[in-house]
């Protein structure tokens, strides 16, 4: 028998609670109600197919004045601001505009020559336009890696725990030239704007609330016109607009988890538009959106529901809001192995303290941990990483077996 509607908006919604919705209690508890109440869900129903996304509609009734108590408590709020909850749902749309993506875009853009021009599709306002006004503090096993702007630290400090980089931060981009597109921009001088791209952070967020403040503070400072429409109606054209303002510019199109809304026929046509017009592609999207970009991630070994890619090649598998990140790298090392180079470079030799910190960061013995470094360190992979550090490591290991 076919779905109804009404079952099929409710299976939405439970999905909605036990996958992202998990990260909310309140949200999940919101959707696991509506899943259940057929008075709610046939409200629900008469929205638009794509309004009926549970977030936006749970968004909506918080903006609506349904307070955030148990659903049973507020059920009745609910049915009785229905009418400007639907009308919210109508004019607006989820835009996740997460500073934090900065993190995996810096990563792509590290491989990048500059000058660059960034386009950004799906840019809602602005918010990672600006990724080289940022600071970033990037955890790895044992070390941790900061890059600041060259004024000094920024009010916006993005923290990420990463596995697979290398001993140097990521260069600061020179970015020259900013555009962006989106269905829905919102423009961070527009207090109603602002508050809907608050109301968007979930309700116990509040870390992440403060940090979407303090990001629209900085873009407030240089607001950016985003131009509305559809991204591949508007492509072109805000490429044609980069070339002509900055010529001599590398061209950047950066599309996190935005082109999963497309159909797949336009998806299609943006990214052979993009590997085709001598400029260079940032996707950061689920790993089903772009069946090319999975099956190189599937033949890398590159594991994970999210994919960082460049031009179309897997580089990293993130976390959707850029909180951690497993960088490949050329030299053919896994991620795991070259944290364990670069923390040895750090803690080179024996040490009073060396075995608990190995104990503490790999929860391995020492003598494991020389065992799996020998192996590491006499791979063809580890020569082409750093040809140098292999070689001290050897002349180290022979000095010490003479004594």
Request: glycine residues 4%.
């Given at each position: 028998?076919?779905?109804?509607?009404?079952e099929?908006?409710?299976?939405?919604?439970?999905?909605?609670?036990?996958?992202?919705?998990?990260?909310?209690?309140?949200?999940?508890n919101?959707?696991l109600?509506?899943?259940?109440?057929?008075?709610?869900?046939?409200?629900?129903?008469?929205?638009?197919?794509?309004?009926?996304?549970?977030?936006?509609?749970?968004?909506?009734?918080?903006?609506?004045g349904?307070p955030?108590?148990?659903?049973?408590?507020?059920?009745?709020?609910?049915?009785?601001?229905?009418?400007?909850?639907?009308?919210?749902?109508?004019a607006?749309?989820?835009?996740?505009?997460?500073?934090?993506?900065?993190?995996?875009?810096?990563?792509?853009?590290?491989?990048?020559?500059?000058?660059?021009?960034?386009?950004?599709?799906?840019?809602?306002?602005?918010?990672?336009?600006?990724p080289?006004?940022?600071?970033?503090?990037w955890?790895?096993?044992?070390?941790?890696?900061?890059?600041?702007?060259t004024?000094?630290?920024?009010?916006v400090?993005?923290?990420?725990?990463?596995?697979?980089?290398g001993?140097?931060?990521?260069?600061?981009?020179?970015?020259?030239?900013?555009?962006?597109?989106?269905?829905?921009?919102?423009?961070?001088?527009?207090?109603?704007?602002?508050?809907?791209?608050?109301?968007?952070?979930w309700?116990?967020?509040?870390?992440?609330?403060?940090?979407?403040?303090?990001?629209?503070?900085?873009v407030?400072?240089?607001p950016r016109?985003?131009?509305?429409?559809?991204?591949?109606?508007?492509?072109?054209?805000?490429?044609?607009?980069?070339?002509?303002?900055?010529p001599?510019?590398?061209?950047?199109?950066?599309?996190?988890?935005?082109?999963?809304?497309?159909?797949?026929?336009?998806?299609?046509?943006?990214?052979?538009?993009?590997?085709?017009?001598?400029?260079?592609?940032?996707?950061?999207?689920?790993r089903?959106?772009?069946?090319?970009?999975?099956?190189?991630?599937?033949?890398?070994?590159?594991?994970?529901?999210?994919?960082?890619?460049?031009?179309?090649?897997?580089?990293?598998?993130?976390?959707?809001?850029?909180?951690?990140?497993?960088i490949?790298?050329?030299?053919?090392?896994?991620?795991?192995?070259l944290?364990l180079?670069?923390?040895?470079?750090?803690?080179?030799?024996?040490?009073?303290?060396?075995?608990?910190?190995?104990?503490?960061?790999?929860?391995?013995?020492?003598?494991?941990?020389?065992?799996?470094?020998?192996?590491?360190?006499?791979?063809?992979?580890?020569?082409?990483?750093?040809?140098?550090?292999?070689?001290?490591?050897?002349?180290?290991?022979?000095?010490?077996?003479?004594?």
């Open positions: 028998m076919a779905q109804s509607e009404r099929r908006c409710a299976d939405w919604f439970r999905r909605f609670a036990n996958a992202e919705g998990a990260e909310s209690p309140r949200y999940r919101w959707a109600a509506i899943a259940d109440d057929d008075e709610v869900l046939d409200r629900i129903v008469t929205l638009p197919l794509a309004k009926r996304q549970p977030v936006l509609v749970l968004t909506c009734a918080r903006v609506a349904v955030l108590r148990p659903f049973d408590t507020v059920r009745a709020d609910f049915l009785a601001l229905w009418k400007e909850i639907a009308q919210l749902a109508r607006r749309a989820t835009q996740t505009n997460d500073p934090r993506r900065c993190s995996p875009l810096l990563v792509a853009l590290d491989r990048i020559r500059g000058p660059i021009a960034l386009i950004e599709v799906g840019a809602s306002a602005g918010l990672t336009l600006i080289d006004r940022y600071s970033y503090i955890n790895a096993p044992g070390r941790s890696i900061e890059s600041h702007p004024a000094g630290p920024s009010t400090v993005l923290t990420a725990d990463v596995h697979g980089w001993a140097s931060p990521p260069k600061r981009p020179h970015i020259v030239y900013r555009d962006g597109i989106d269905l829905n921009p919102l423009d961070v001088t527009d207090e109603s704007d602002r508050e809907w791209l608050e109301a968007l952070v309700p116990e967020q509040v870390e992440r609330l403060k940090l979407i403040r303090a990001a629209v503070a900085l407030a400072e240089d016109v985003i131009a509305a429409g559809d991204a591949l109606a508007e492509i072109r054209g805000a490429v044609a607009r980069a070339r002509r303002a900055a001599g510019a590398t061209v950047v199109v950066s599309s996190p988890a935005v082109l999963v809304y497309l159909d797949p026929s336009a998806r299609r046509e943006f990214v052979t538009y993009c590997r085709r017009s001598k400029l260079r592609w940032i996707s950061l999207d689920g089903s959106v772009h069946p090319s970009i999975e099956s190189a991630a599937n033949d890398a070994g590159i594991d994970g529901e999210f994919l960082l890619s460049l031009d179309g090649v897997p580089i990293a598998s993130v976390d959707p809001l850029g909180r951690s990140m497993s490949t790298n050329k030299a053919g090392l896994a991620p795991d192995d944290d180079i670069e923390f040895e470079r750090i803690h080179w030799g024996p040490k009073p303290s060396k075995e608990s910190l190995v104990r503490r960061v790999w929860s391995s013995s020492l003598v494991r941990y020389y065992q799996r470094l020998y192996a590491i360190m006499e791979s063809s992979a580890a020569r082409r990483y750093d040809p140098v550090l292999v070689k001290t490591f050897a002349q180290s290991s022979e000095s010490r077996q003479r004594r």
